[in-house]
T-cell receptor, first 113, second 110 residues
Framework: DAGVIQSPRHEVTEMGQEVTLRCKPI?????LFWYRQTMMRGLELLIY????????DSGMPEDRFSAKMPNASFSTLKIQPSEPRDSAVYFCASIAGTGYGYTFGSGTRLTVV | GEDVEQSLFLSVREGDSSVINCTYT??????LYWYKQEPGAGLQLLTYIFSNMDMKQDQRLTVLLNKKDKHLSLRIADTQTGDSAIYFC??????????FGAGTTVTVRA
């Protein structure tokens, strides 16, 4: 099993540009989570999906952020327009079921200049 | 992770034992976890404990759970330089959500 796969690993973009982060969860995992990690705020849950349906997006900071999961093997997190304060590491994680714990991807380090 | 608290830093000498402490607030948490994050990497699940257990041992790792005090600890025996990382405590809160602590940065010195 290749684990949770995220792309790109690093993204540098200019303020105002659209950014799309991608995630492929582990096959068979029904839940997918998007987290953001910063020094100031630690790990923040942005949104999570169950069977491709968004369940809780209360952590999405603004309307500039959107996430989709068109099928069981792919999810995107989009920021449009991006701002310097969006600079962070964005993690995707998936889970098989109760108690197993999340499996995290390696993250995408986003820098908005 | 406002519901999970950890000390921010721990420095330990190579070969000594490390003890990382965590307190949580949700007494109904059924599972508690320890994750390790190395520089530039994602969080890696180290171990977990079910709430009806007091202790769990896995090679050099020992997890102790005190439900009365809502206190969780991770002991690493014979700490090595490769154990330098950030360690996150997390509790299962509801509906498949985990609440994470801020992380404890462990530095192993020679």
């Amino acid at each position: 099993d290749a684990g949770v796969i995220q792309s790109p690993r690093h993204e540098v973009t200019e303020m105002g540009q659209e950014v799309t982060l991608r995630c492929k969860p582990i096959s068979g995992h029904d839940y997918l989570f998007w987290y953001r990690q910063t020094m100031m705020r630690g790990l923040e849950l942005l949104i999570y999906f169950n069977n491709n349906v968004p369940i809780d997006d209360s952590g999405m900071p603004e309307d500039r952020f959107s996430a989709k999961m068109p099928n069981a093997s792919f999810s995107t997190l989009k920021i449009q327009p991006s701002e310097p304060r969006d600079s962070a590491v964005y993690f995707c994680a998936s889970i098989a079921g109760t108690g197993y714990g999340y499996t995290f991807g390696s993250g995408t380090r986003l820098t908005v200049v | 992770g406002e519901d999970v608290e950890q000390s921010l830093f721990l420095s330990v000498r190579e070969g000594d034992s490390s003890v990382i402490n965590c307190t949580y607030t949700d007494s109904s948490s059924t599972y508690l976890y320890w994750y390790k994050q190395e520089p530039g990497a994602g969080l890696q699940l180290l171990t977990y404990i079910f709430s009806n257990m007091d202790m769990k041992q896995d090679q050099r790792l020992t997890v102790l759970l005190n439900k009365k005090d809502k206190h969780l600890s991770l002991r690493i025996a014979d700490t090595q330089t490769g154990d330098s990382a950030i360690y996150f405590c997390a509790e299962w809160v509801d509906d498949y959500k985990l609440s994470f602590g801020a992380g404890t940065t462990v530095t192993v010195r020679a």
